[in-house]
């Protein structure tokens, strides 16, 4: 191993001979403390005083409304302290730590959430500084919640970060100086986490951030030497089919995405996923195969699938991707597949085009045009009364249609969905909420449904009942009410298609405002975009109005935001990633926050488990 240098210990701003030197970010601190206080108080900056790097990060600090003036960091009580990364930089921590033994310096080793794992310190002062300003295991030094500083900032922009003094943007940080820089794994290219160097900012000098960087690559070299064979012949393959094509190439495992720049500009983001589903289905039988799939944005795909390896339960392989007209596809030899996501007319009032939410809306279609008697089903707030509305908007305008609520269960309502049963032709009943009726409304409705449940006559009216999940759907009064109706649709939660709120932030404030002039600005509809929207559709239009009550003109900006919406995820799920989180909430409220009871049920270990609940942000008391 190569040796490592520290960072000086001769006074700052003397040379050898001792005569004064002025260099580097720190050669004015003054005037980078006036410039972060003009800042902190809207007043212009001085040109050139403020790194580019520094200001943007201050900016996002202020985005994140990280508090100037005091530190206030959350502690991970569950950080996996097995991990891959802390196993393979440990022994060269441990090197680097005996070199740096009688400096004033610190190795710091975090992971991609900025949580610090593992901190070697020589000096005992500014071991005990270190501590007071919670820069100890545990603690996440994330930009959200510390600000502008070496671990955080390498992190937001994925490269390494020199941060100085007053260039931190909480005060209480501006002694230190820090470089940090990024650590990726060798074959994904995705930042598993950060090494930084922190010492006092007196002995601070340019080549921390080179040091840092070199510490950071023996790592990632380690890592290369410890991947798995199947990882690395997935590499190779993907690198050589790269060298030979210029189209879009893509290689994926069962934990691993790669794909070229020509992938990025010709897939859909919304067509990603069922793409890779049956690209995933024709890898696992161990044979080259030529697909061709319908995608949910209209486009039919022709996918030559070349498996890397034929043994094993885990399929892995190099796609080859070509866009291509829809019957110019379907040539002679290839294996057609059309996906139950291709899209239909869009429905009046539904607004939203992601895989999921367009594969909902073509199901519901398809048992209108049917006429088959429908559950609506899923999480309250989804849009289940929308959709049926929308539905039969979209085929019969003109036609009759008519939504009884539940919650307003008397004789009268029975009497009404009797009478509607009874008297209207072709037509469309919505009954909303039937979870909720009493166990005599339950009956009584059964009784009333049981005459026409057969019934063969072309006019019987389509009905269609709405469910909240979990709402006494497993109850006996509830199952034969259901068991009325031959088909169920689920409906997914916006956390599923949370590429949609794209569109249905727009639409709704158009609602709002009545046309207004009123826009959403891209940072703002980034931290919408993050949300986990527990409340669904129905709480993102409740967040709207609160907006639009302030603001009924102009552009919405993330300090317009209400406060929950500040609950963001640190980037936006997949619908994969999204489903993967509720299972693991789920089977973590099954146990009674037991991590590793629930990490059995999952089928994956504790350290996988603990790792994805860091990873989404799943906050949940419990024994560990």
Request: aromatic share 4%; with cysteine; net charge negative.
């Amino acid at each position: 191993m190569g040796q490592t240098r520290a960072p000086s210990t001769r006074p700052r701003g003397e040379n050898a001979t001792g005569a004064t030197v002025r260099n580097g970010p720190e050669a004015l601190p003054d005037r980078v403390a006036h410039a972060r206080v003009s800042f902190l108080v809207d007043d212009p900056l001085e040109p050139g005083i403020v790194r580019e790097p520094i200001l943007a990060s201050w900016t996002r600090s202020r985005q994140f409304d990280v508090a100037a003036d005091h530190l206030d960091l959350p502690y991970e009580t569950d950080a996996d302290r097995d991990s891959l990364l802390i196993r393979t930089a440990r022994p060269i921590l441990d090197e680097v730590a005996d070199e740096f033994a009688t400096e004033p310096v610190s190795v710091i080793l975090c992971d991609d959430d900025g949580v610090v794992l593992d901190r070697r310190t020589g000096d005992s002062g500014l071991e005990q500084h270190l501590d007071r300003i919670w820069l100890a295991p545990g603690f996440s030094y994330a930009e959200r919640y510390v600000g502008t500083n070496g671990i955080g900032t390498a992190l937001e922009g994925r490269g390494p970060a020199v941060v100085f003094g007053h260039e931190h943007y909480v005060e209480h940080l501006e002694d230190m100086a820090c470089a940090g820089a990024p650590i990726r794994h060798p074959v994904t290219g995705k930042v598993m986490g950060v090494l930084d160097l922190t010492c006092w900012r007196r002995e601070a000098n340019l080549m921390m951030a080179g040091m840092a960087g070199t510490i950071a690559r023996r790592i990632e070299e380690m890592l290369l030497a410890q991947s798995g064979r199947r990882e690395l012949t997935l590499l190779n393959d993907y690198l050589s089919t790269c060298r030979r094509s210029s189209g879009a190439i893509l290689a994926i495992s069962d934990d691993l995405l790669m794909m070229n720049d020509r992938a990025r500009e010709l897939l859909d983001p919304r067509d990603q996923v069922p793409l890779l589903a049956g690209a995933s289905e024709a890898l696992a039988t161990g044979r080259r195969q030529q697909l061709v799939l319908d995608l949910p944005s209209g486009a039919t795909a022709r996918v030559h699938c070349r498996p890397s390896w034929a043994e094993g339960d885990v399929p892995g392989g190099v796609l080859q991707v070509q866009i291509v007209p829809g019957g110019a596809a379907r040539s002679t030899g290839s294996h057609a597949l059309s996906s139950s996501c291709a899209p239909a007319a869009a429905l009046p009032a539904v607004v939203g085009s992601g895989a999921l939410w367009s594969k909902c809306c073509q199901a519901v279609d398809r048992h209108y045009q049917a006429r088959e008697w429908l559950v609506l089903e899923g999480e309250p707030g989804t849009g289940k009364t929308t959709l049926a509305r929308a539905t039969h908007q979209r085929r019969t305008p003109a036609g009759h249609l008519r939504v009884l609520d539940a919650d307003n269960w008397s004789p009268r309502w029975l009497a009404e969905v009797t009478e509607e049963l009874e008297t209207t032709e072709g037509g469309t009943l919505i009954l909303t909420h039937v979870d909720r009726l009493p166990v005599e409304g339950v009956q009584a409705l059964c009784d009333a449904l049981e005459p026409h449940r057969e019934s063969t006559d072309p006019e019987r009216p389509w009905l269609v009942v709405t469910v909240d999940r979990g709402k006494g759907a497993g109850t006996a009064d509830l199952v034969e009410l259901v068991d009325f109706f031959p088909r169920t649709v689920e409906v997914p939660p916006l956390r599923h298609h949370v590429e949609d709120v794209a569109e249905l932030v727009p639409y709704l404030i158009a609602r709002l405002t009545r046309g207004a002039d009123l826009t959403c600005s891209p940072e703002a509809m980034r931290v919408l975009m993050r949300n986990r929207w527990p409340g669904n559709v129905e709480q993102l239009y409740q967040v709207l109005r609160k907006i639009v009550a302030r603001r009924r003109t102009g552009i919405v900006g993330v300090r317009d935001l209400p406060p929950e919406c500040r609950a963001i995820t640190r980037r936006v799920l997949t619908p994969l990633e999204a489903i993967e989180c509720d299972a693991i909430v789920d089977a973590l409220l099954d146990t009674d926050g037991n991590k590793a009871e629930a990490a059995r049920h999952l089928g994956m270990s504790r350290a996988t488990i603990y790792r994805k609940i860091r990873g989404y942000g799943i906050s949940m008391p419990g024994p560990g």
